[in-house]
């Protein structure tokens, strides 16, 4: 006889309380590749919730890196980057990465939750992590498994962070998304930066949503703000948003590197990435630094700004974000899954993004742009916002 066993009472509970709450999540299939006019459930649709905000996610280009990186290194990387699965193309893109953004090393990283939670778990210090309110769950998480004391200043807001140094002891490390991820909005990194020189605090920004797409030569928040590799010792971006690939990495000094080498546990005890996804971000990295890179930058500005335009007649407030990520709030759950389910029959996907991934009460839109969105995109985009938005009541 087969042993049976039964799902715990707790875990049914917790689906239940997810699906009466309006919070139960899925995934849904695509049947393309990452690009605007996405195939779902067998219907094109015109998506704006993908994080691929160069439209590099399916550049030929990489596609072709990809496999002539593969054709050379093979798929996988065979064992941890320390043990022997640090191969040409690892190396290569990190030499890449340190020189377009002025650091002495970078680290690569299977994805970057692993990168947020190997520096924040290893560079703690005993007066332990303070971070903004509203950065990424990686973030929040990193600290978690640090152990170390957290503390959340309100969000932007340097007067807020400086009371939590102020407080503390011992000195630790003072953490912001340079773009925040659910809101679009900037970090003040030049103040926060000054904040942590002050206190002898550690300074670390994770950029996932600025890198490739702000700044000069597409560097990201590090650029808007004039900070360098002085002001801003340890940089982590990614490569699943404007680069279109997967992974992570983390930018920083020769000292750090080699901290992190001996001490950055999802760093150490996980295989390396593939060589072949190395190979494609290197590709991406130059497309980036290159004209038709400086070209998608301003196709992803002008839709931005068009967007923004378009919406001031609508009964919303837009967020403080010039950046790809525009989201609306609707504010309850249910009534943000009925939006984007009424845009979802004009033929445009935008998921609803819903609590616990967002503050209470906060449910939105998370509209995200990308410069291979066409202007006929945004009109209708536009178009349909307006007509939902507008009936909705
Ligand atoms: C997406 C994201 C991450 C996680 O990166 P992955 O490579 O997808 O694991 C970390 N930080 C921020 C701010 C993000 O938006």
Same mark, same amino acid.
């Given at each position: 006889m087969k042993p049976a066993f039964n799902t715990p009472d707790w875990v049914l509970a917790a689906l239940q309380q997810r699906r009466q709450h309006d919070l139960m999540r899925r995934t849904v299939t695509l049947?393309?590749?990452?690009?605007?006019h996405a195939v779902i459930d067998g219907q094109d649709y015109t998506s704006f919730c993908s994080n691929d905000y160069l439209g590099l996610a399916n550049h030929p280009e990489l596609v072709r890196a990809m496999q002539a990186s593969a054709q050379q290194y093979g798929v996988g990387g065979g064992a941890s980057h320390l043990v022997c699965g640090h191969l040409a193309p690892h190396q290569q893109l990190e030499e890449a990465l340190a020189d377009w953004l002025g650091y002495e090393r970078v680290l690569l990283f299977s994805t970057g939750y692993m990168a947020n939670l190997g520096v924040i778990s290893a560079l703690a210090g005993k007066g332990g992590v303070v971070q903004d309110k509203l950065n990424h769950a990686s973030l929040i998480d990193g600290a978690l498994l640090a152990q170390a004391p957290l503390r959340r200043y309100l969000h932007a807001d340097v007067v807020s962070a400086e009371k939590l140094l102020s407080k503390s002891a011992n000195s630790g490390l003072l953490v912001t998304d340079g773009? !925040? #991820?659910?809101?679009?909005d900037l970090a003040p990194l030049s103040a926060l930066s000054r904040l942590a020189a002050e206190h002898q605090w550690m300074f670390m920004v994770d950029d996932a949503h600025g890198l490739g797409c702000l700044?000069?030569?597409? &560097?990201g928040s590090l650029s808007l703000e004039g900070l360098d590799s002085a002001s801003l010792p340890i940089l982590v971006g990614t !490569?699943?948003? *404007?680069?279109?690939t997967a992974g992570a990495f983390v930018a920083t000094s020769h000292d750090y590197a080699d901290y992190l080498t001996q001490f950055a546990r999802p760093y150490i005890y996980t295989t390396a990435m593939s060589p072949a996804i190395a190979g494609a971000s290197l590709a991406s990295l130059q497309v980036i630094q290159s004209a038709e890179g400086q070209e998608r930058r301003e196709q992803l500005a002008s839709h931005v700004s068009y967007f923004r335009q378009r919406m001031q007649s609508l009964p919303i407030t837009l967020m403080a #974000?010039?950046?790809a990520i525009q989201p609306i709030i609707i504010g309850d759950s249910k009534a943000a899954i009925q939006v984007s389910d009424a845009l979802r029959s004009l033929g445009i996907w935008c998921t609803a993004i819903r609590p616990p991934t967002v503050p *209470?009460?906060?449910? &939105?839109?998370r509209i995200t742009l990308s410069a291979a969105h066409s202007e006929a995109d945004l009109v209708l985009l536009c178009d349909s916002l307006e007509q939902v938005l507008t009936t909705e009541d």
């Open positions: 049947a393309s590749p990452q690009v605007p773009v !925040f #991820s659910m809101d679009g700044g000069e030569n597409g &560097r !490569f699943g948003k *404007a680069f279109g #974000s010039d950046t *209470a009460g906060s449910a &939105r839109l």
